[in-house]
């Protein structure tokens, strides 16, 4: 998870260094194809054994219509506003997940969950201060991306459900290239041979932080790997102070904490209570 922060850090602050001499659909289109072309080896796998199952693709077509959406707002926000604000409102992708799970798959939202969203609520209105200052495009354009990239993973959950993890991710490329193809087509400008590699490590390092990640994952429960994803924020908050010469705001770092406090409280809670349950009977009811 230390890995997968640096990664993420990475490029968040690549884009931030690109800034907005690149529309954002098309630095994102730039940076997917890059991302396709590492995952070319997953799809032809994939077509070699029969393709995706029946009734699939509809899903995945959502999926890369959600994260298309949620990737050209991201890119749009990760130009024009710090760093660290955008690191700390992309931690309320769990929020959306847990809403969304709730409204769309029927799971139930029990207190711990409640206050956890709301206690993640009040930590974005720290980071954001409406009505102390003006809220920029940038930070509506984060919003936006945070809910479209949890809806992405509350789909990704229930295709994981029927096709392997790998053909996943590859399916994720190419639709969201495909996506992205007719906006950045729209706003096309000239790309400089620098901004090519930019964009190439970009993805680079995109691909080695969700890899990292799925590691971690799979090494350590998430009540380890989730209190970890905090040093994304710290970091972030260093690289915007030292390489972009934004400010350190502690109302942003306090916002982010409470929310990434939040979560691993939840995280943690959760776990006993599976754990609890695996080893009560089951007639003893449901511990909320």
Request: charged content about 10%; some cysteine; aromatic content about 10%.
């Amino acid at each position: 998870m230390l890995a997968t922060g640096l990664c993420f850090v990475a490029v968040t602050g690549i884009v931030r260094y690109l800034g907005t001499d690149l529309p954002a659909p098309q630095s994102a289109f730039i940076r997917f194809a890059f991302g396709l072309a590492f995952l070319t080896p997953a799809l032809v796998a994939l077509m070699r054994r029969g393709g995706v199952p029946k009734g699939s693709m509809r899903v995945f077509v959502l999926r890369g219509g959600l994260h298309t959406l949620a990737v050209i707002l991201w890119f749009y926000a990760m130009a024009r506003i710090p760093v660290a604000e955008v690191t700390a409102i992309g931690y309320l992708n769990p929020i959306v997940v847990s809403i969304g799970a709730a409204l769309a798959f029927g799971e139930k939202l029990a207190p711990r969950r409640v206050g956890t969203i709301a206690v993640a609520v009040v930590g974005a209105l720290i980071v954001l201060r409406p009505g102390l200052r003006d809220i920029a495009p940038g930070h509506w354009a984060q919003l936006g991306a945070s809910v479209c990239f949890g809806l992405s993973y509350l789909v990704a959950k229930r295709l994981s459900e029927i096709v392997p993890a790998t053909v996943v991710v590859a399916m994720m490329a190419l639709t969201v290239t495909l996506g992205l193809a007719p906006f950045a087509a729209m706003v096309w400008v000239p790309v400089s041979l620098t901004q090519y590699g930019w964009l190439a490590l970009v993805a680079v390092f995109g691909t080695a932080g969700h890899y990292c990640m799925t590691r971690a994952f799979t090494a350590a429960p998430m009540t380890v790997t989730q209190p970890v994803t905090f040093l994304q924020l710290v970091w972030a908050t260093a690289l915007g102070a030292l390489v972009f010469s934004e400010p350190v705001d502690p109302m942003v770092i306090a916002g982010g904490g409470l929310i990434i406090a939040a979560i691993s409280w939840l995280t943690w809670r959760e776990a006993q209570l599976k754990r609890r349950g695996l080893t009560q009977p089951q007639s003893g009811g449901v511990p909320v």
